[in-house]
């Protein structure tokens, strides 16, 4: 029987690189035309977060507005990715106040209908 090889920094930096990688390219998956109500995706640009710590308290406000069904924020990026709940209204205005009132300064934000037969829409996870 053959023994495992012990993890490398170059191995755990390659694992960590696919799993970036693929994270990015998920929102590529339901971009397009919208097929239907399967809810809206907000991308907000948050300048100032530097820390895991903050970006938990960031994603909390985010979580306090009515509508907001799920939030994910890449700290390397600064972006955070709002998914609402079908149906759900959030202006643009609201997430700028989540985003002041957690102490950081708002960029661009931008939105994307995402399709009903979306593997996000139909609650696979993200």
């Keep these: 029987m053959k023994s495992a090889r012990p993890v490398t920094g170059r191995s755990l930096m390659a694992v960590l690189c696919f799993a970036v990688a693929f994270e990015f390219s998920l929102p590529a998956c339901h971009a397009g035309p919208p ?9 907000a640009v ?11 308290g960031l994603i909390q406000h985010f979580r306090r507005i009515p509508g907001v069904d799920d939030v994910h924020f890449n700290l390397l990026h600064g972006l ?7 149906g759900a209204q959030v202006s643009d205005d609201e997430i700028r106040r989540a985003i002041r ?14 399709p009903a037969d979306s593997p996000v829409a139909l609650g696979s996870g993200h």
């Design 80 to 86: 955070a990715d709002i998914k609402l709940k079908p």
């Design 35 to 43: 097929q239907g109500n399967g809810g809206e995706e907000i991308l």
């Design 46 to 56: 948050v300048k100032g977060v530097t820390n895991p710590f903050t970006q938990f």
């Design 101 to 114: 009132s957690a102490s950081y300064t708002p960029g661009d934000i931008t939105r994307h209908s995402i």
